[in-house]
């Protein structure tokens, strides 16, 4: 399995040669203007706390490029730092998301099961980072043009938004209720800031607006805090009125340290609500039975000399205790339900199973 030091996604706007943005200057357009401002990119003034760059699977930071980079667009937005009117994603802030993110990924704590295994806890999208929509004059070339799925359209400023972002056309709507306006929707190749890309598309003339298409609603989630000497990260899953509006929560609190290692701080919020399912795609089932059990349950495949952690549904630990011969001793367990992590390899999924 090929394993990657996490750097941010490279794309033209994050990597602009300077003779682009004299050109755009040169070309004395006032789109042109503002298109080269973007460009500029602003200082991060921010802390960054790790020494050292947390690692995993190219699929392990694939799946989490998108939380990174919504967790970087929610610190600027929410500090209001220069990256606001940038399209570029501040990527050392990514950057910053993508370690902590990535560390407690690799945590052995069984809270990670929960948040990870369990629930699959992603940042709530509530900011598409890709797709947006321009409502314009249909009569405009450029939108007859992308009616007819032609791009280049042959109008400069639109072409060159286009091309420097990497941004497709996905849908065309001509619908009559717009009243000779048609409605096109386009994708970026790679994640941006929306809303000054939108601002670009909006200032163009026949242009009624623009807007990234999504933003809403509440769900399962995750934030940060970012500290000298650490990150906060706080997991949260929401129940009841989602995603209009979640009536109750609960969430797990992790503090990552600079060399990747992970503190679990506690999980709190509402009760939770035990699910029936796991998702247990990334390793694979552990066998075990009788499951409602007893006084012991027996694992298929283990061995013995592993070590086998009990846990609540919120993390807490109530046994950790050797494995013999594949059995495990249940009787201090009280009747509920249950989950179990058998550490060391081979991995296996964690386990549900109900005590009588």
């Known amino acids: 399995m090929k394993t990657t030091t996490y750097t941010p996604i490279s794309d033209p706007a994050r990597h602009t040669p300077g003779s682009l943005v004299v050109a755009l200057l040169s070309n004395g357009s006032k789109t042109a203007a503002i298109l080269a401002a973007s460009l500029l990119l602003p200082i991060t003034m921010a802390a960054q706390p790790f020494n050292v760059p947390c690692t995993a699977p190219d699929s392990v930071v694939a799946m989490y490029q998108d939380d990174a980079d919504r967790l970087a667009l929610d610190r ?3 500090n209001g730092t220069t990256w606001t009117d940038s399209v570029v994603i501040d990527t050392a802030w990514s950057r910053t ?9 690799n945590s052995t704590l069984p809270a990670r099961d929960t948040v990870v295994d369990m629930f699959n806890i992603h940042v709530f999208p509530w900011m598409p980072l890709r797709s947006f929509y321009v409502r314009a004059d249909s009569s405009l070339p450029w939108m007859e043009e992308l009616q007819l799925g032609n791009i280049p359209t042959g109008t400069p400023a639109i072409d060159q938004l286009l091309a420097t972002y990497g941004i497709t056309l996905t849908n065309y709507y001509d619908w009559t209720w717009l009243n000779g306006n048609h409605l096109a929707e386009f994708q970026t190749t790679a994640n941006q800031n929306l809303l000054p890309l939108c601002a670009l598309f909006a200032a163009q003339p026949g242009v009624w607006y623009a807007e990234p298409n999504g933003g809403c609603c509440d769900g399962n989630t995750i934030t940060d805090s970012v500290y000298v000497d650490h990150v906060q990260l706080v997991y949260s899953r929401g129940w009841g009125g989602c995603p ?9 609190e992790f503090n990552v340290l600079p ?6 701080v ?9 699910p029936t399912l796991v998702n247990t795609a990334q390793r694979p089932a552990l066998k075990a039975y009788p499951n409602p059990c007893n006084d012991h349950i027996q694992l298929d495949g283990v061995g013995s000399n592993r070590i086998a952690t009990v846990y609540t549904s ?4 109530i046994i950790s205790n050797s494995v013999t011969a594949g059995r495990l001793d249940t009787r201090p367990l009280q009747a509920g339900a249950y989950w179990l992590r058998l550490e060391g390899l081979p991995a296996f999924a964690p386990l549900m199973f109900v005590k009588d």
Do not use: K
Request: net charge positive; charged share 20%.
């Open 76 to 78: 600027t937005f929410r």
């Open 97 to 105: 998301a993508m370690n902590a993110l990535i560390a407690v990924y």
């Open 244 to 252: 209009a509006g979640c009536m109750a929560r609960r969430f797990w």
């Open 259 to 264: 060399d990747c290692s992970v503190e679990y």
């Open 266 to 274: 506690g999980s709190y919020g509402n009760p939770l609500q035990l």
């Open 314 to 317: 919120d993390g807490r630990i």
